[in-house]
């Protein structure tokens, strides 16, 4: 005769004291249990957040488990088929998040929790409800943000324009490319404004043809100053060498990088608005790109939703900024940085963030996920040889093809990406 195992004798037993209505020690509710939190920090960079949650549960009593990766998707994606899905996950792109709003994985906000969705960090998603009626709900709110369109350069550095020597590092593990496509959205921002941005992240622009092709051309006419070598080198450089940004080699000059950069320099490297250092874009610069972190709720309960009101709260933002390096002091979607002294880039990153009259959600970010992984492969490709226009010609045929597959499929959920803000 089978026996039931210990641990199952054990799982019934306490189900009986609880219905009985004896409160055991042994005996757990689905609210006291330890919330489990996937997200993208790790190696020492989870660190502050850690910090942070533990002063979270000071507060509401709950405990949490923080879970870092640099594989995000493959990992999430491996937890929802196995149905463990995280309680709350910190994700950075929007057309990710929306799959799996679409695919009713991430759960859309509660009222209170809702009002801390701003843009351009959470637009609403429409999706049909049980009655195949439209329905537009937000499904995540930013945790962290950060500022893009910027260069950087070091203070006593009096090289021209035309003298400078560009850091270009691609390889980044599984997402190696996106350094590139960064430079691709923001020279099309800049050349041609927000709502031409806007219509091409959100898939209503051509990828082989007019604005886009131009700022793949400008990105090339670039590069062919740097030298023949100068892509199969990027291809071979990371983003940062053995903890130390692209500028300290003292074999470049000017970085095009976001503000998550500066904890890796000293007060002597500072940003500038991308037009004003790249030949042939117009100033004075008033719409930048920017990127966050967004936290979406996988598995809700009481305890979640308790959780995503504090992660967007002040108090958790001043102990975030309080437990981090002054270097890496996070920056917060209503461009604030936490209360006391600053750092010279810090404070030169957010007077750049408060004067910009429009913000521009990555638009990479925001692509639905085969074009944007197609988009990074394609800059990789481009990158063994920048100077073969059939070469650049090819591949971007090939991510317009891309580019109509998925608006056949009405893969694009994201319909909003710039927009501004009120001053912190």
């Known amino acids: 005769m089978r026996t039931t195992r210990p641990s199952l004798r054990t799982a019934l037993a306490c189900c009986l004291l609880a ?3 004896l409160v055991s020690s042994g005996c757990s509710t689905e609210e006291d249990r330890t919330l489990v939190v996937l997200g993208p920090w790790t190696d020492g960079e989870e660190k ?14 709950d405990t949490y488990v ?21 309680d709350v996950a910190i994700l950075n792109g929007q057309g990710e998040l929306a799959e799996y709003a679409r695919d009713g994985d991430a759960q859309p906000l509660p009222g209170d929790v809702a009002g801390a969705a ?5 637009p609403r998603i429409t999706l049909l409800d049980k009655d195949g009626e ?24 009096t090289s021209e324009a035309k003298d400078h020597t560009w850091c270009l590092g691609m390889a980044s593990g599984a997402t190696s490319g996106w350094p590139g496509t960064d430079w691709i959205e923001d020279l099309l921002l800049q050349k041609y404004g927000p709502s031409v941005y806007e219509d091409w992240a959100t898939g209503d ?16 006419t670039l590069l062919k100053a740097g030298g023949e070598d100068v892509g199969k080198d990027a291809l071979a450089t990371p983003f940062v060498v053995r903890g130390q940004g692209l500028l300290d080699s003292r074999e470049c000059t000017v970085e095009h990088q976001g503000s998550f950069i500066r904890r890796y320099y000293d007060n002597d490297v500072m940003p500038d608005p991308t037009s004003d250092v790249v030949p042939d874009l117009a100033g004075p610069q008033t719409a930048f790109e920017v990127s966050g972190d ?9 305890a979640a939703w308790k ?60 692509m639905p996920s085969t074009l944007r992984g197609a988009f990074q492969r394609a800059v990789l490709e481009f990158l063994q040889d920048p100077r073969d226009d059939k070469l650049l010609d090819g591949l971007l045929r090939q991510l317009e093809a891309e580019r109509q597959l998925q608006r056949e499929a009405g893969a694009f959920a994201i319909d909003h990406l710039c927009g501004s803000l009120p001053d912190g």
Do not use: N
Request: hydrophobic share 40%; proline share 8%.
């Open 307 to 366: 959780l995503m009101r504090q992660l967007t709260s002040r108090e958790t933002r001043d102990d975030w900024a309080a437990a981090a390096k002054p270097a890496e002091r996070p920056f917060f979607p209503d461009r604030t940085a936490g209360p006391g002294a600053l750092t010279k880039g810090t404070e030169r990153v957010l007077d750049l963030f408060r004067k910009a009259d429009d913000l521009c959600f990555d638009a990479s970010d925001a």
């Open 118 to 122: 701003i843009g351009p960090w959470s």
């Open 19 to 21: 219905v009985a209505a």
């Open 294 to 302: 967004m936290a979406a709720v996988f598995t809700p309960s009481d």
């Open 66 to 86: 923080y879970k870092g990766t640099r594989s995000l998707r493959e990992t999430l994606v491996a937890q929802l088929r196995t149905d463990t899905p995280p």
């Open 134 to 157: 439209p329905r537009q709900h937000a499904y995540w709110v930013p945790v962290r943000v950060d500022l893009k369109s910027i260069v950087w350069s070091r203070l006593d550095d």
């Open 205 to 220: 622009l051509r990828w082989d043809d007019g604005p886009v092709k131009e700022a793949w051309r400008s990105w090339q």
């Open 48 to 61: 502050p957040f850690e910090a942070t949650l533990k002063k979270i549960t000071e507060r509401t009593g």
